[in-house]
């Protein structure tokens, strides 16, 4: 007797019909479909909390960095001062200088730098770290400050907290 012949002829003993075999197969994908409706239920609740979570935890980061803006502002001020002592000291053109200080406000999110009274108290005391001749500072307060008493006030008080 050969084996292989023996089980290709063994067929399913379970006396189903096709139809019942069909309302069998309906039953159970009626059910599945079900099933995976009510995971998904689930799966939607899940994902709206956690996007809940996500919403609440952006929130929390939102407070906090808005109480440490004082410490962005000293950074960016901080920044601002360390490339005016740099700049300076290279002899560069201001013009270029101009360049270099809207790259730092674009890392800091200060989209007009021109306007930001930090970034003058910074120009100041950078001009007063470099310790260019009075001359120099004179051109650079000048051209940066275009006759704004206000930017030319917060350069000074940038060069008096370093002098």
Same mark, same amino acid.
């Given at each position: ?106 890392? +800091?999110? *200060?989209?007009?730098?021109?306007? @930001? ?5 910074? /120009?100041? $005391? #950078? %001009? ?11 051109? +650079?307060? *000048?051209?940066?400050?275009?006759? @704004? ?5 917060? /350069?000074? $008080? #940038? %060069?008096?907290?370093?002098?």
């Amino acid at each position: 007797m050969d084996m292989k012949s023996d089980s290709r002829r063994i067929k399913p003993t379970t006396g189903d019909t096709p139809l019942i075999r069909s309302r069998r197969t309906l039953y159970l994908t009626g059910s599945a479909m079900l099933m995976f409706s009510l995971l998904g239920c689930a799966a939607g609740s899940s994902i709206s909390e956690s996007s809940n979570s996500i919403s609440t935890s952006f929130e929390s980061s939102s407070k906090s960095s808005t109480s440490s803006s004082e410490e962005r502002k000293e950074a960016y001020r901080g920044d601002v001062r360390h490339y005016t002592e740099v700049y300076t000291r290279s002899g560069s053109d201001v013009a270029g200088f101009a360049r270099g200080l809207s790259s730092i406000g674009e890392k +800091y999110g *200060t989209t007009n730098w021109e306007a @930001d009274h930090t970034t003058y108290i910074g /120009i100041g $005391e #950078g %001009l007063a770290k470099a310790g260019i001749p009075q001359n120099q500072v004179d051109a +650079y307060m *000048t051209h940066l400050a275009q006759g @704004d008493p206000l930017k030319i006030a917060a /350069i000074q $008080e #940038g %060069l008096g907290r370093l002098r």
